[in-house]
């Protein structure tokens, strides 16, 4: 009898924990519209699309970490987990409510900005930081500035692919895992890069202060027939080359970022995972001020749970509760 009424309370008490509402939201990512491969110092900023940037602020050979600010025309915006490293990237994410197929709201989870350090490099009292940077579609921008986005594409080695704007692009030397692609415009070469599968090309294009990524594709695999080989492309967008007012109007919101006072090197101890105790508590507290004020009223979450990690919890206190009511019983 004692046992029956032990395994009622803990199904009583299950469906009470999950009816309780409990936020998991999907993970998304719209279309690559930046890569780069980048040594950065701290104090340095890159320009992303869509009005963003980052700035290193810290980084530490020993844990592997790094430490950034992510600002949105100019502005700082909250990121929740400002730290990453190669195994845990720095990602920025947005949180959407959207309406699925069933008509059912459901939040989606888009990352927008990933950044993951490669490799450390110690000269003097600085330390310089190998690092991938990838960028995805904001959806919550208006930007609808794309000649092609995320597309596939197919190119036939030692033929040429037509792009928009005068851009082509070729293929060459294909191998069992590696294929030369070539980028040109106006039958003058941008850039030729040696490329495996699941590589990125990439193409930007500077102009003063300026940058935009005019082109970038991933190399999805390749093909043998008996008529000849063709390079697979997925991920394929291209932006219009940099207006001369654009370019203006871009390089004021590089200046207002550079403006920026540059932290000073600071080391990361080893008790990263904490995320406290970089040198100076002060620092770490005006990174986390300075970032809520700026986005104070805005509904977007950034922050994500795993529910995962909640269910043997959950478990184990269904087991004790119901145990101890059995028990007492």
């Not at 395994?7 to 936020?23: E, G, N, T």
């Not at 980048?38 to 900023?45: V, W, Y």
């Not at 920026?260 to 508590?281: A, C, F, H, R, Y």
Request: charged share 30%.
């Amino acid at each position: 009898m004692g046992y029956i009424r032990f395994v009622f309370i803990c199904a009583i008490v299950m469906m009470f924990l999950l009816s309780s509402p409990v936020h998991c939201a999907t993970e998304k990512e719209k279309a690559l519209i930046y890569y780069s491969e980048d040594t950065l110092t701290a104090g340095d900023i890159v320009q992303l699309e869509q009005g963003y940037s980052f700035k290193l602020v810290d980084a530490n050979e020993d844990s592997g970490d790094i430490l950034v600010k992510v600002y949105h025309n100019g502005k700082e915006i909250e990121v929740g987990n400002a730290f990453g490293d190669e195994d845990s990237p720095f990602e920025y994410i947005i949180t959407i409510k959207e309406v699925g197929d069933d008509e059912e709201t459901e939040e989606i989870d888009y990352a927008v900005i990933r950044i993951t350090p490669v490799d450390f490099d110690k000269k003097d009292d600085s330390i310089s930081v190998e690092m991938e940077i990838e960028q995805f579609l904001d959806p919550e921008q208006d930007d609808d500035d794309f000649l092609t986005l995320d597309s596939s594409r197919s190119v036939k080695v030692e033929e040429t692919l037509s792009l928009d704007e005068g851009y082509t692009l070729s293929a060459s030397d294909m191998e069992d895992d590696s294929v030369i692609l070539e980028l040109s415009k106006d039958g003058k070469s941008l850039k030729k890069e040696e490329l495996e599968i699941d590589d990125i090309f990439s193409y930007s294009k500077t102009e003063g202060d300026s940058t935009r990524t005019i082109f970038i594709a991933r190399v999805s695999k390749f093909f043998e027939s008996s008529t000849g080989s063709t390079v697979i492309l997925k991920d394929v967008t291209q932006r219009p080359d940099l207006e001369e007012d654009e370019t203006k109007k871009l390089s004021g919101n590089i200046s207002e970022n550079k403006s920026n006072e540059t932290l000073p090197l600071m080391s990361i101890p080893d008790s990263i995972n904490n995320k406290v105790g970089i040198n100076s508590t002060s620092v770490a507290e005006s990174t986390q001020n300075s970032a809520s004020s700026i986005n104070e009223g805005n509904d977007t979450e950034t922050d994500q749970v795993n529910t995962n990690s909640f269910m043997p919890i959950l478990f184990l206190v269904i087991i004790i509760t119901g145990f101890a009511i059995w028990k007492f019983s």
